[in-house]
């Protein structure tokens, strides 16, 4: 086994979650911290801070931080290291509009850390709205919670959940709000994407292994699918859904990122800044979608009535919450190109979409058909192509499909997979995305989390086709059958070039 020399110690610091009431705390943030605890990765002196608006006291928070560790942690509970946790978990009420809060928040940081011991190391985790972002980041500000970047210093670092804007001009003016009081250099953009196993695998596999990157371009490289569905319908994510959509909620973010390690060149170093300026050259190389492109590179669409796992499921206009009128996607597809050396002419097909037949997330690198001979000389059987496959849930791994002979007298071939799975491969589960991306942030990594040009690069390319859809889209969106593979629109899209999606 080979380790990079990354120092994972984390040093002594508080965590303080604006939102700390909410959901994301409850069901992946705290059972994160007591897994990360459990491994013995926090440190030793740290303390959690929880900031909501429900009148909770200490003891009340602990309870629920017990049930959600019941519920969602990777492990169980073990009573004795609960305890240790338990003890560092601390809850203020407020709300973030309210100037009181601050110089609660203050007092309290100072009580807590003075109890621990702690050097005055902070993190801040904004886990609330976009619109709130502004309003916490100058209520810290304005009671001296936010220390300058500084050698020696205690350092203050501050995480951003998604959506990190509606558009190009919200996305700015988020990041300008943020950037007022926080350094670049201290603000975490986080996407949990990036924390998963089988995505951090993603540059290991190219890069640790010789027989892939020369391989890895237009030369050898037929298309890539990216496929990211979601078995679910709507839930209780109506009002948030209505002004985001599919291409909003997922092509922005986790899509264009999973994109972008793919296709980004090999950086020099595991620098972070290093890391994020190859992905970011993959943003900047992305031919823009743009005016009339929309019609031929991009289909949405809506789920209508249908059945997922036996259960019925309305169409989506008829979801509580949606507008009747509603032309928000559930369903995006796209095909785009990286218009660079390596990748001149390769199509990339991305799909994403909501109330599908199974929740899964794939990335497919199909290869060049072989030569029209030999083995591949019968025009009514040709070979199955070679597609290497990862698998990003919900059974991390990979796979590579290559063409066999079957046993036997006669010359015959069929396609095999060869799989990798990282539950069969190592004793120990694969800790979960936040683990290590809360973990990145103690210790000063910032290779996994999207920086300001990227975040905005990102969001100039979905923009235009944006506006491409509001000029030449329709009054109504085709539809596709809840618990299907999606609309006829879509498998037009890959099938015009002789290509099709996947069974996933």
């Known amino acids: 086994m080979t380790e990079t020399n990354r120092n994972m110690a984390a040093p002594p610091c508080t965590l303080v979650i604006f939102g700390g009431s909410g959901d994301l705390t409850r069901r992946k943030l705290l ?9 013995q990765l926090l440190p030793d002196k740290f303390a959690v801070i929880g900031i909501g608006r429900k009148a909770w006291d200490d003891q009340q928070f602990r309870e629920v931080a017990h049930k959600g560790v019941t519920q969602y942690s990777r492990r169980a509970i073990q009573p004795e290291k609960w305890e240790t946790f338990a003890s560092r978990l601390y809850y203020v009420c407020g709300a973030i509009d309210d100037p009181a809060l601050y110089s609660l928040l203050c007092a309290r ?22 619109g709130a972002f502004a309003q916490a980041c100058n209520g810290l500000h ?33 990041n300008t709000a943020i950037g007022r009081v926080f350094d670049e250099s201290q603000i975490y953009r986080i996407d949990h994407y990036l924390g998963k196993e089988t995505v951090q695998n993603i540059m290991v596999l190219r890069f640790a292994n010789s027989i892939f990157e020369p391989v890895w371009n237009y030369k050898y490289i037929d298309h890539v699918q990216i496929t990211v569905s979601e078995a679910e319908g709507l839930g209780t994510r109506a009002a948030y859904y209505e002004e985001a959509g599919a291409l909003r909620d997922m092509v922005q973010n986790h899509i264009l990122q999973l994109l972008c390690l793919i296709a980004m060149e090999p950086p020099y170093s595991l620098d972070p800044d290093v890391v994020r300026n190859a992905r970011m050259e993959v943003l900047r190389a992305l031919r823009p979608i743009r005016g009339k492109d929309v019609l031929t590179h991009t289909v949405r669409a809506q789920y209508a009535h249908g059945v997922i796992q036996g259960k019925e499921v309305p169409g989506y206009r008829r979801e509580e919450g949606v507008r ?60 199955a192509p070679n597609v290497l496959t990862l698998r990003i849930q919900p059974q991390e791994g990979m796979s590579l499909r290559i063409c066999s002979k079957i046993p036997g007298t006669r010359a015959q071939t069929h396609p095999v997979e060869m799989n990798f799975n990282y539950g069969d491969a190592f004793s120990a589960p694969s800790p979960e995305a936040y683990e290590r991306l809360l973990l990145d942030v103690m210790v000063g990594d910032a290779s996994l989390f999207m920086r300001r040009d990227a975040v905005e690069a990102s969001w100039a390319w979905i923009t235009e086709i944006l506006e491409g859809w509001k000029a030449h889209g329709s009054r109504w969106l085709p539809e596709y059958p809840a618990g299907s593979w999606g609309p006829i629109e879509a498998d037009r899209l890959i099938e015009t070039d002789g290509r099709t999606w996947r069974l996933v």
Request: hydrophobic share 45%; aromatic share 12%.
């Open 31 to 39: 059972p994160a911290l007591y897994n990360l605890l459990l491994d």
């Open 109 to 130: 940081l100072q009580e807590i850390e003075s109890t621990w011991h702690l050097p005055g190391n902070r993190i801040y985790y904004l886990a609330i709205p976009p």
């Open 142 to 174: 304005q009671v001296g919670l936010i220390v300058p970047p500084s050698e020696g210093a205690p350092f203050s670092r501050v995480i951003v959940e998604k959506p990190i804007g509606y558009d190009l001009a919200s996305a700015q003016a988020i």
């Open 324 to 383: 009747p009128d509603s032309t928000t996607e559930t369903y995006v597809a796209l095909k785009i190109f990286v218009e660079n050396w390596r990748w001149s002419g390769v199509p990339f097909y991305l799909r994403t979409g909501k109330a599908l037949a199974r929740r899964a997330s794939e990335i497919a690198v199909q290869f060049r058909d072989v030569p029209e001979i030999l083995f591949n000389a019968n025009p009514d059987m040709r070979l």
